[in-house]
């Protein structure tokens, strides 16, 4: 592509040059002929009137002319010389302005050629810029109004499924009171296992329209003015106690706009969604926070220690601002990365885990202005996160 438009712009310019060159070289060269012509007629007039001379002179047949005729033949001879001294030096001329001419006309044409690749990279480099910001906004627009489908989807589910569970887990609860001291039999046993399982299901169900009514009222962006560092050191310091089996830690590098606009609740939301999962796709035992740890003694020990550093790097690239979140645990399942951010995908177990918090943080960052990637995903390097902000 460079190539192409190089050739182009460098048609262009020697198609404007050449002309002006060629036009330059004839007015030379006319110029030229046009000296030596009129220094020739001034010679020849002067031959013809030292003619004329001569044959008054001789017309009076004085033999004491001869030896003027003579002296007047020579100088005739030497004006001829003269002449023909004057075709060479006017012939060296045009032949030195010809080879001046193509010299120039050379250099410029090297200078253009030189200027005209300058203009194309620049041209393919903006292109090949405005393309991929298009490409970036298009794929925003399509997530932004794929996430949009789910939040209304989400909103009607917890609507139709809140209203069958408030009845049954009231049945649930009335059977057990009622009718389990009746009978401490099997029907008894049985009666106690359906109203746990009833109450289970329930819960299940109940958490999930929680997660569903999370994603489905996420609240209005709105931005203010604040310090990226400062959120970061704010966040590592927030929720270091809360995750003990965690080694959250956070490196800033320097930026020349620290001050950026941004909804700090929701970005901290954005974070801990992305906190939350790292702890638990890779350690059971430090899934729980420190009020969860405290109310269950039998829980188990939180020993393991997993390095999860939140990394502040920034980019002065069409002024945007780039936070990576990097957790060196397990990769994400192959078969999951480019469903990552679809609705109701995880690769965690367990019934609490609905696939929701990547969507969530997705969301905020769409709704941003910006957007949210997997960038590293590998059991070496760990699996890193990186959002992208305006920088106003």
């Known amino acids: 592509m460079i190539l192409q438009i190089w ?5 262009i310019v020697a198609m404007v040059v050449t002309p002006l060159f060629v036009a330059h070289y004839f007015s030379e060269k006319t110029s030229i002929e046009m000296a030596f012509e009129m220094q020739q007629r001034a010679s020849s007039s002067h031959l013809v009137d030292s003619h004329l001379a001569l044959l008054k002179e001789i017309a009076k047949h004085n033999p004491a002319g001869t ?3 003579r002296k007047e033949f020579e100088r005739v001879v030497n004006d001829k010389l003269i002449n023909q001294d004057l075709s060479l030096v006017r012939e060296r001329l045009v032949h030195q302005m010809i080879m001046q001419t193509l010299r120039n006309a050379v250099l410029v044409l090297l200078a253009s050629g030189s200027f005209s690749f300058l203009v194309a990279r620049s041209i393919v480099g903006r292109v090949a810029q405005l393309v ?10 399509e997530r932004l109004t794929s996430l949009e489908n789910w939040q209304r989807l989400a909103r009607v589910l917890v609507h139709e499924l809140r209203a069958p569970v408030t009845p049954i887990k009231l049945v649930a609860t009335d059977i057990e009171s009622k ?17 746990s399982l009833l109450r289970t299901q329930v819960g299940v169900i109940e958490r999930m329209m929680e997660s569903f009514l999370k994603f489905a009222k996420l609240p209005e962006v709105k931005r203010s003015p604040a310090s990226v560092g400062e959120f970061c050191r704010r966040f590592v310091d927030q929720y270091r106690a809360s995750y003990p089996g965690v080694e959250l830690s956070c490196r800033l590098e320097k930026i020349s706009q620290d001050v950026i606009p941004f909804d700090a609740d929701l970005l901290n939301q954005l974070f801990f969604n992305l906190l939350k999962n790292a702890a638990e796709a890779n350690a059971p035992s430090v ?10 003694p039998s829980a188990p020990s939180q020993t393991e220690r997993l390095p999860i550093q939140a990394v502040l790097r920034a980019r002065q690239e069409s002024g945007r601002t780039w936070i990576s979140f990097t957790n060196q645990g397990n990769a994400i399942p192959t078969e999951l990365v480019d469903r990552i951010f679809d609705f109701y995908v995880t690769g965690k177990s367990g019934n609490a ?8 943080a997705k969301k905020i960052a769409l709704d941003h202005g910006g957007d949210l990637q997997l960038k590293e995903n590998s059991k070496a390097r760990g699996v890193t996160f990186e959002l992208e902000l305006p920088n106003g």
């Open 353 to 360: 885990n609905f696939g929701i918090g990547l969507t969530v």
């Open 179 to 195: 009718f389990l001291g009746l009978d401490s039999g099997a029907f008894g046993r049985y009666l106690t296992e359906g109203a």
């Open 287 to 296: 899934c729980g926070s420190a009020e969860q740890a405290k109310s269950s």
């Open 67 to 69: 030896a003027e005729y």
């Open 132 to 141: 991929e910001e298009n490409r970036r906004q298009s794929h925003r627009l």
């Open 7 to 11: 050739l182009r712009i460098f048609l």
